[in-house]
């Protein structure tokens, strides 16, 4: 068994948690949303995509054939501190350097290919509307939510009324997710799965190549998000605010 203590009742996102890189393989092969969907019983979740839960459970515990990196294994274990720290240096500076080279090698196989295929045309305009989500998403995230986990992390340290309001930036950082989900699910459905058109150039490779590896990156970064960070600052928030009573 590769997840203890989990059955297809458990929640989707515990089987991300307890071992994320055997539950992504799975959860993509699948089209299991394991992010923005991942309070669902893995049952519901299976259910909704027409999907056997035995069947998608019993490919969940066959044993990985890889082993977890050991420098990215453990996200439950990190402070909130270093949670903060861990998105902002593997995730958001990453993003803000690899945002702008994809849109110039975006618009050099538009440039090469649009003609022959139109698709490109939606694809551009797909990574454009990640990139105007996503920048202002992490702007507001370093600058609003991230300074009140940080402080909330001192214990003590905040205002009652900030600790009463945290729930606010969270309920719209959780919201832009899902916005960013479906951008997504549309770039997914428009390359076909990233596969390029046979005969196709070195460039139009590297970009369905980098434009998948940005899909990987961005569920990662939401799984940390949405399935670590967001309730374990919620838990702490219900704590401090029993404390004060
Ligand atoms: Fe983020
Ligand atoms: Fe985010």
């Not at 274990?77 to 949670?83: A, P």
């Not at 951008?183 to 799965?193: P, S």
Request: with cysteine; aromatic share 8%; hydrophobic share 35%.
């Amino acid at each position: 068994m590769s997840f203890n203590n989990l059955t297809i009742q458990s929640e989707v996102k515990s089987f991300a948690i307890q071992n994320y890189q055997h539950a992504f393989k799975t959860f993509k092969k699948f089209g299991i949303d394991f992010c923005c969907g991942g309070s669902k019983p893995l049952e519901v979740a299976c259910s909704q995509r027409g999907l056997d839960p035995d069947e998608v459970y019993e490919q969940l515990n066959q044993p990985p054939v890889y082993k977890a990196l050991p420098s990215e294994k453990n996200w439950e274990s990190l402070s909130l501190q270093e949670l903060v720290e861990n998105i902002v240096v593997k995730h958001h500076i990453h993003m803000r350097k690899i945002l702008p080279e994809l849109t110039q090698v975006m618009k050099k196989v538009l440039n090469a290919h649009g003609k022959n295929y139109p698709a490109l045309f939606e694809v551009s305009k797909t990574l454009q509307a990640i990139r105007d989500d996503l920048e202002p998403h992490m702007m507001k995230e370093e600058a609003i939510l991230f300074p009140m986990i940080q402080k909330l992390d001192k214990e003590g340290s905040l205002q009652k009324k900030i600790i009463k309001q945290i729930g606010n930036p969270i309920r719209k950082m959780t919201d832009d997710h899902k916005d960013l989900g479906k951008l997504l699910e549309t770039m997914r459905k428009l390359t076909n799965h990233y596969s390029v058109p046979d005969n196709s150039c070195a460039t139009f490779e590297y970009l369905y190549k980098e434009l998948e590896a940005l899909e990987n990156d961005l569920l990662i970064h939401t799984h940390k998000e949405n399935n670590i960070l967001f309730p374990k600052v919620l838990e702490k928030q219900s704590m401090a605010i029993d404390a004060s009573r």
